[in-house]
């Protein structure tokens, strides 16, 4: 069973760091594409950045390009998103999901993150 | 990266279709086959139900189809069901392998 399990959410204030971890089984992770997709509470989805299945490209939203890093570790079927100089707007629920041709199949249930002071 | 634009809400009593559309640019829905839609209920993760325009993953109902014309695309949800009620979301791919998703739309089953 295919299972995806972010964790690493918290309470951050404005200015701060914080690193998200996504846990991934039940499939061979090195084989695929892996993103991360946020959504602030009460509003939509909005995709944040990919990366390719050896970790050699990565591509973000221009709203988090320089501030947030996606990474992986295949050897630890786990994918990363390193956060820096956090802002309010960032506050959200993090997903992690597989992406496989131009969708997404299978998500995790998120990470709740909240930037405040 | 412009969200695509959805309707705020779309609504329907049971056994009766709603369509909902999903408008880009000819950098994104009119430039690809790569428009997807996904279902997401309370608290839930978003779950895939029509994704190339109009091809449904094994398990979604064929009461989901999904069509394009343009710059625009539409799910249309026949024989609505109360399980149907939810956020729907199209996302499309926008090139320079990055995506876009739309506002999103709340449907209710009346």
């Known amino acids: 069973e295919v299972q995806l399990v972010e964790s690493g959410g918290g309470l951050v204030q404005p200015g701060g760091s914080l690193r998200l971890s996504c846990a991934a089984s039940?499939?061979?992770?090195?084989?695929?594409?892996m993103t991360w997709v946020r959504q602030a509470p009460g509003k939509g989805l909005e995709w944040m950045a990919n990366?390719?299945?050896?970790?050699?490209?990565?591509y973000y939203v221009d709203s988090v390009e320089g501030r947030f890093t996606i990474s992986r570790d295949n050897a630890k079927s786990s994918l990363y998103l390193q956060m820096n100089t956090l802002r309010a707007e960032d506050t959200a629920m993090y997903y992690c999901?597989?992406?496989?041709?131009?969708?997404?199949?299978?998500w995790g249930q998120g990470t709740l993150v909240t930037v405040s002071s | 990266q412009s969200a695509l634009t959805q309707p705020p809400s779309a609504s329907g009593s049971p056994g009766q279709s709603v369509t909902i559309s999903c408008t880009g640019t000819?950098?994104?829905?009119?430039?690809?086959?790569?428009v997807s839609w996904y279902q997401q209920h309370p608290g839930k993760a978003p779950k895939v139900m029509i994704y190339?325009?109009?091809k449904r993953p094994s398990g979604v109902p064929d009461r989901f189809s999904g069509s394009k014309s343009g710059n625009a695309a539409s799910l249309t949800v026949s024989g609505l069901q109360a399980e149907d009620e939810g956020d729907y979301y199209c996302?499309?791919?926008?090139?320079?392998?990055?995506?876009?998703f739309g506002t999103g739309t709340k449907v209710t089953v009346l």
């Open positions: 990366i390719k299945r050896d970790g050699s490209e990565q």
């Open positions: 190339e325009v109009s």
């Open positions: 996302a499309s791919y926008a090139g320079s392998n990055k995506y876009v």
């Open positions: 999901a597989r992406h496989v041709g131009s969708i997404w199949d299978y």
């Open positions: 039940g499939f061979s992770f090195s084989s695929y594409w």
């Open positions: 000819s950098s994104d829905v009119g430039g690809y086959n790569s």
